[in-house]
């Protein structure tokens, strides 16, 4: 009997929240937002507001770290068609054929062929790059793997051999060079596939001012290594370099310091904000 009632409580509960709901979620378009709801900070949107453009469909890549499909791809394992050479320094030098090698599906710095840098200029972007340090250790600290990916021509997230290599904190692998050492050292040992994956916001510059500097997330092999740390310069080697005014898109390069580091599957995406469908 006591039984009975509470059976009988619980369908009446339900009924009534379920009539509730219907009150609230009477089908079509009201089900899926509303229109009488408070607005969000900044007036423009309500809460669940039905009117909010939806976000564009964009398919991630099939595995982890395979491109999504509104990437652009920079190098896939088979050529380096999508990238010039750069003889001298990283952000300046002159211009010059891509020499590195490619096979087996990865490309390998070349010594004497300088960087690498894409034909296409990005600012603000989501990358991802793959690295293996050469397998064979020949030498220690800066000597030991060392390669960069350069943002914009520039700004160097190090590459280095940094599994049981002692070198300068703030330029072992995934350290922001010359600025900031990486949170935690995730580095796998030489010979071994590594991961970065880099949110990058580009400076902003009016004439000769700095606007807003660049700000750099990283993770290293899936691990947060750097969360928005503003930079504070282009790359340099025992000084700090002040910010250089320069174009709202530069090319991605890829450092040739001279050791035979390998990348493979390099690609890109160009941020955009909220409701740009
Ligand atoms: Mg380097």
């Known amino acids: ?3 009975r009632i509470l059976v009988v409580a619980v ?3 339900a009924a009534g929240a379920m009539a509730q709901q219907a009150k609230k979620k009477p089908g079509g378009a009201e089900a899926i937002g509303y229109d009488d709801t408070p607005f969000l900070p900044g007036g423009k949107w309500r809460v669940h507001d039905i009117r909010r453009p939806h976000p564009r469909v964009t398919a991630p890549g099939a ?3 395979a491109p999504p499909s509104d990437a652009m791809v920079l190098f896939d394992g088979k050529d380096l068609s999508k990238w010039l050479g750069r003889a001298g320094r990283e952000q300046d030098g002159a211009a010059a054929e891509a020499g590195w090698k490619v096979e087996n599906g990865y490309l390998e710095v070349t010594p004497g062929k300088g960087h690498l840098m894409t034909k296409e200029k990005f600012g603000d972007c989501q990358l991802h790059v793959e690295w293996a340090a050469p397998a064979e250790v020949r030498s220690s ?7 960069g990916v350069l943002l914009m021509s520039r700004y160097e997230i190090q590459v280095l051999d940094s599994w049981q290599n002692v070198t300068y904190a703030d330029g072992q692998a995934a350290s922001i060079y010359g600025q900031y050492p990486p949170l935690v ?5 030489p010979g071994e596939w590594q991961s970065y994956d880099i949110v ?3 400076p902003r510059f009016e004439g000769d001012k700095l606007l807003k500097p660049a700000y750099l997330t990283v993770f290293h092999n899936g691990v947060l290594m750097h969360h928005r740390m503003e930079v504070v310069g282009p790359m340099a080697h025992r000084i700090l370099r002040p910010y250089a005014p320069h174009a709202p898109e530069e090319p991605l390069g890829l450092q040739g310091h001279g050791d035979r580091v ?3 599957n390099i690609w890109i995406r160009r ?6 469908p």
Request: charged share 20%.
């Open 11 to 13: 369908l009446a509960v």
């Open 185 to 189: 050292n995730a580095s796998r040992q």
């Open 262 to 264: 390998r990348y493979r």
């Open 1 to 3: 009997m006591r039984y």
């Open 141 to 147: 600290s800066q000597g030991r793997g060392n390669s």
């Open 200 to 202: 990058f916001e580009a």
């Open 63 to 65: 595995q982890p770290g």
């Open 271 to 276: 941020l955009t904000g909220y409701d740009q």
